[in-house]
């Protein structure tokens, strides 16, 4: 049921605005322009160099979809075109229509969306809105062989959408759930990383507000073990806790461990190995951390194997990428 917010005692809501102005007009007012559904144009949301963003109709409802970052209807578009709340889109639209004589409050001008050209700015606080499993989780993480419950595990969760928070009046959606580009957060307590493993926006692949103690894998590692890898994603470690393996993972190849971490880590295992993709930038990240890490031991795949572990197994199958482990281990 839509919110109502009260403009000279008329009570304004969706229904009130569509029995008066209909929703291309809607659309066609804020792009400035006219549009055919399902025709490509540039995103009047950021910088869009290319078009990404296009109109179409769903159960009889005009909805947009800016790939790689949001989708919705008429008014979740006015929404996010003035970086503003529902109730306060329902207000720009009654003033700019004229159907009601007065308002509490109008946004005279729009204020840029800032996602992704200064994304470093609002990154002090991710906001993640949990949802429930999907089928499409299901087939894109068992694709790799992992079972949704070593995520719970792992505190991964799946997102309905992502929140960057600024301070106590600026927040912006960074990403909103959809089957085509879902949403994974990995939860340190007090810090998030998230995660779109199928956006074709590199930029908007992954945000995170982690530090280089949040290790990943380092809470669910057992007291004392006899072999500990150090690998370079979450995937690979999942994959290989999967295998047996006791495994961690920074959160990247260049990023090296702090030494308290290290120390702590030598107090609880025999070995330590390192294991991270087999193209260049992975060689070039393993001879950093061996020479700033001494006493972990190297270990490299096969030129003829998948660059890593994760993607041997999805390839190969599980119990090939356990022999060709067990073979380099």
């Given at each position: 049921?839509?919110?109502?917010?009260?403009f000279?005692?008329?009570?304004?809501?969706?229904?009130?605005?569509l029995?008066?102005v209909?929703?291309?007009?809607i659309f066609?007012?804020?792009?400035?322009?006219d549009?055919?559904?399902?025709?490509?144009?540039?995103?009047?949301?950021?910088?869009?160099?290319?078009?990404?963003?296009?109109?179409?109709?769903?159960?009889?409802e005009?909805?947009?979809?800016?790939?790689?970052?949001t989708?919705?209807?008429?008014?979740?578009?006015?929404?996010?075109?003035?970086?503003c709340?529902y109730?306060?889109?329902?207000?720009i639209?009654?003033n700019?229509?004229?159907?009601?004589?007065?308002?509490?409050?109008v946004?005279?001008?729009?204020?840029?969306?800032?996602?992704?050209?200064?994304?470093?700015?609002?990154?002090?606080?991710?906001?993640?809105?949990?949802?429930?499993?999907?089928?499409?989780?299901?087939?894109?993480?068992?694709?790799?062989?992992?079972?949704?419950?070593?995520?719970?595990?792992?505190?991964?969760?799946?997102?309905?959408?992502?929140?960057?928070?600024?301070?106590?009046?600026?927040?912006?959606m960074?990403?909103?759930?959809?089957?085509?580009?879902?949403?994974?957060?990995?939860?340190f307590?007090?810090?998030?990383k998230?995660?779109?493993?199928?956006?074709?926006?590199?930029?908007?692949?992954?945000?995170s507000?982690?530090?280089?103690?949040?290790?990943?894998?380092?809470?669910?590692?057992?007291?004392?073990?006899?072999?500990?890898?150090?690998?370079?994603?979450m995937?690979?470690?999942?994959?290989?806790?999967l295998?047996?393996?006791?495994?961690?993972?920074?959160?990247?190849?260049?990023?090296?461990?702090?030494?308290?971490?290290?120390?702590?880590?030598?107090?609880?295992?025999d070995?330590?190995?390192?294991?991270?993709?087999?193209?260049?930038?992975g060689?070039?990240?393993t001879?950093?951390?061996?020479?700033?890490?001494?006493?972990?031991?190297?270990?490299?795949f096969?030129?003829?194997?998948?660059?890593?572990?994760?993607?041997?197994?999805?390839?190969?199958?599980?119990?090939?990428?356990?022999d060709?482990?067990n073979?380099?281990?």
């Amino acid at each position: 049921m839509s919110r109502i917010i009260d403009f000279d005692n008329i009570k304004i809501n969706k229904d009130y605005i569509l029995a008066r102005v209909s929703e291309a007009e809607i659309f066609e007012h804020y792009l400035k322009h006219d549009f055919q559904l399902g025709k490509l144009y540039k995103s009047p949301l950021r910088d869009d160099k290319n078009p990404n963003f296009n109109i179409y109709k769903l159960n009889g409802e005009l909805r947009y979809k800016d790939f790689g970052y949001t989708a919705g209807n008429c008014f979740e578009f006015v929404r996010n075109l003035f970086n503003c709340d529902y109730p306060t889109s329902l207000q720009i639209i009654a003033n700019d229509f004229s159907l009601a004589k007065k308002t509490t409050q109008v946004l005279q001008e729009r204020k840029p969306n800032p996602i992704i050209e200064e994304l470093e700015k609002f990154q002090k606080k991710l906001i993640p809105v949990r949802r429930a499993w999907k089928k499409i989780d299901f087939d894109y993480w068992n694709s790799y062989h992992i079972p949704l419950i070593n995520l719970n595990n792992e505190r991964i969760y799946a997102c309905n959408y992502v929140y960057l928070k600024k301070d106590i009046d600026t927040m912006f959606m960074w990403g909103q759930h959809l089957d085509s580009d879902p949403i994974y957060c990995y939860d340190f307590i007090n810090t998030h990383k998230c995660y779109r493993p199928l956006t074709k926006n590199k930029k908007l692949k992954w945000i995170s507000t982690t530090t280089a103690y949040d290790v990943q894998g380092l809470t669910t590692l057992p007291e004392r073990g006899e072999v500990l890898i150090i690998t370079s994603s979450m995937k690979d470690l999942l994959v290989l806790k999967l295998l047996g393996y006791n495994a961690i993972a920074p959160h990247g190849e260049g990023h090296n461990i702090p030494e308290r971490i290290m120390d702590s880590l030598w107090s609880s295992f025999d070995n330590i190995l390192l294991l991270y993709d087999n193209d260049e930038a992975g060689k070039t990240s393993t001879r950093r951390f061996i020479k700033n890490n001494p006493g972990v031991s190297p270990i490299y795949f096969p030129e003829d194997a998948e660059k890593d572990i994760s993607d041997h197994g999805k390839v190969h199958g599980l119990e090939e990428a356990r022999d060709l482990m067990n073979k380099l281990v």
